[in-house]
């Protein structure tokens, strides 16, 4: 083998490639425009020097840096006149190129050094899995990734709407029947009263009717909740009425972005079931596993054939812990790497979270490594069922066979 490594440092209008033989000798080191003149103009480089050279194989890398790669990617993947050099292509996390750079430490900080750098990261090997463009699944994996941005959104804005709540009605916790912050009552309570006074001097009668008429008539007892309602208010500090006009603007406004996001979470959700139904999978026989939860983990993983096996699936999804040994000493908690797909592993702590719900198997599973843990019980306990999620999809993927969820094997 005499293969050509091309490091590319990516960047929205122009790119940085070093091209290296296996010896490391740098060949060639220029930069071209991100679009497809240019990258036709490194296609012809690498073939005049796979002609010079006795080229025989391509390998390329670029930092996953926002979606600056893909294009690059998927062209050179796919270009005919490539296709005798069995191009492969690899998108590497910046923090495995930050880590080897720390082994050149007089190196400066160059978009031309940190193509070097990417070249030369090529040749050492231990490589991630490749870029993967499969028109079957690409369709799919938008969508998929639109949801999990919406989902972050969602987040970002509850996170931000409680940090405004804890200065209006800082004692206000949820309890009972009102478990949900974010719910109806709640939302009709925090965000239609001026300030907690305004709560704390309303008639008992009047605020369980408007507890009961703000749950759609589903509390059992208002008056009781009502009543726990006026005692956090009169416990709660009180806000100067200058600041208390631009918090409710805010808490309200907040609200309407959770509520709209959460609408397109809904619209997203049926474009998903839509787009998986033309894939056909045997992930939805395990009960726990719906729809989008299928198309999460199906849109990432792709063609499983190109996995060697279930422990190679695990660490392409980050699923893999760090070993802390040194001596006789062994830690007790060890860190999950996380270096690799975030939407994949994402989609599977959400299935985990399902199965631990609707599925006997996994949620014993969970629970005994709950007790197990010694921190963080939870998170941890969540990413073990996760790690033996994946040994599942992958035989499932694999085989085309429906699980049976009595016993945990297929038929």
């Not at 369980?208 to 208010?233: H, L, R, Y």
């Not at 309407?256 to 474009?271: C, E, F, G, S």
């Not at 035989?395 to 094997?409: A, I, M, T």
């Amino acid at each position: 083998m005499n293969p050509l490594y091309v490091g590319i440092d990516v960047a929205q209008k122009e790119n940085w490639a070093c091209l290296m033989n296996s010896t490391g000798d740098e060949l060639s080191t220029f930069s071209f425009s991100n679009d497809l003149t240019g990258a036709t103009g490194l296609k012809d480089k690498c073939l005049a020097l796979a002609a010079q050279h006795s080229i025989d194989s391509l390998l390329v890398g670029m930092e996953a840096t926002a979606t600056y790669w893909w294009h690059l990617s998927v062209y050179l993947s796919t270009e005919a006149e490539l296709s005798h050099l069995y191009p492969k292509v690899y998108s590497i996390n910046p923090k495995i190129v930050k880590g080897f750079k720390k082994s050149y430490p007089f190196l400066p900080k160059t978009d031309r050094i940190d193509a070097w750098v990417i070249a030369d990261r090529l040749r050492f090997g231990r490589l991630p899995a490749e870029c993967y463009h499969d028109e079957r699944y690409q369709p799919l994996q938008r969508l998929t990734r639109f949801r999990y941005r919406l989902i972050k959104q969602i987040t970002d804005e509850k996170n931000y709407f409680l940090s405004y709540l804890s200065l209006k009605f800082n004692t206000f916790k949820p309890r009972g029947i009102i478990t949900n912050t974010f719910g109806a009552t709640s939302t009709a309570i925090l965000t239609e009263f001026y300030s907690v006074d305004e709560i704390a001097e309303t008639d008992i009668d009047e605020l369980a009717a408007f507890v009961q008429k703000s749950s759609n008539n589903t509390i059992t007892d208002p008056v009781e909740v009502a009543e726990s309602v006026k005692q956090a208010a009169r416990d709660a500090y009180r806000l100067d009425k200058k600041i208390l006009e631009p918090i409710n603007f805010i808490l309200a406004t907040t609200l309407r972005n959770i509520q709209a996001l959460q609408a397109q979470v809904k619209i997203t959700d049926l474009a998903i079931a839509k787009e998986i139904a033309h894939i056909p999978h045997t992930l939805g026989t395990v009960k726990g596993l719906g729809p989008v939860l299928c198309a999460g983990i199906i849109a990432e993983v792709g063609d499983v054939t190109r996995f060697k096996d279930q422990a190679a699936l695990a660490k392409y999804a980050g699923l893999t812990w760090h070993v802390r040994r040194s001596g006789q000493f062994e830690a007790e908690e060890t860190h999950m790497s996380k270096t690799g797909n975030p939407y994949l592993r994402y989609y599977l702590y959400e299935a985990a979270n399902s199965l631990r719900v609707h599925n006997d198997e996994y949620r014993a599973y969970y629970e005994r490594k709950y007790a197990e843990a010694k921190t963080h019980h939870h998170r941890r306990a969540t990413a073990l069922t996760a790690r033996k999620l994946v040994r599942l999809v992958f035989s499932l993927l694999q085989s085309k066979r429906l699980y049976e969820p009595k016993v945990g094997v297929f038929r």
